[in-house]
């Protein structure tokens, strides 16, 4: 299986992205249970930011997405997008997703339960 994302840029502080990942088969032909986002700033640690659920609605947020960022998803084309706004320079890092298979979505947060990674796009926000 292979996730594909886009959608990074260069935007300027309290500007908008959205980041869109595809995947090359079914969430159910992987036996995906959810879809997430994560993301590396420079210097830092890789670090969740959301994910969703691929067979119910459910979402989870880090802490710092305070509302400005909101994942979803489109089974029918094997895409989940992160909409984000109200984007800060610390916003910059390269975003990650990535399909996890493992069958409980309380572990959402943590990067070690995803067995699917995208290739990252690059979101720069200047200030």
């Known amino acids: 299986v292979q996730l594909q994302a886009s959608g990074g840029g260069l935007v300027q502080a309290g500007g908008s992205l959205r980041l869109s990942c595809v995947a090359s088969a079914s969430a159910r032909a992987f036996s995906a249970n959810a879809l997430g986002w994560f993301r590396r700033r420079p210097g830092k640690e890789r670090e969740f930011v959301a994910a969703i659920a691929w067979e119910n609605p459910n979402t989870v947020y880090a802490s710092f997405v305070k509302g400005r960022f909101t994942i979803s998803q489109d089974n029918a084309k094997n895409a989940v997008y992160l909409q984000m706004n109200s984007l800060q320079p610390d916003d910059t890092a390269v975003y990650f997703c990535?399909?996890?298979?493992?069958?409980?979505?309380?572990?959402?947060?943590?990067?070690?339960?995803?067995?699917?990674w995208g290739q990252g796009t690059l979101v720069t926000v200047s200030s």
């Open positions: 990535a399909a996890m298979t493992y069958n409980d979505y309380r572990y959402a947060r943590i990067a070690q339960k995803y067995d699917y």
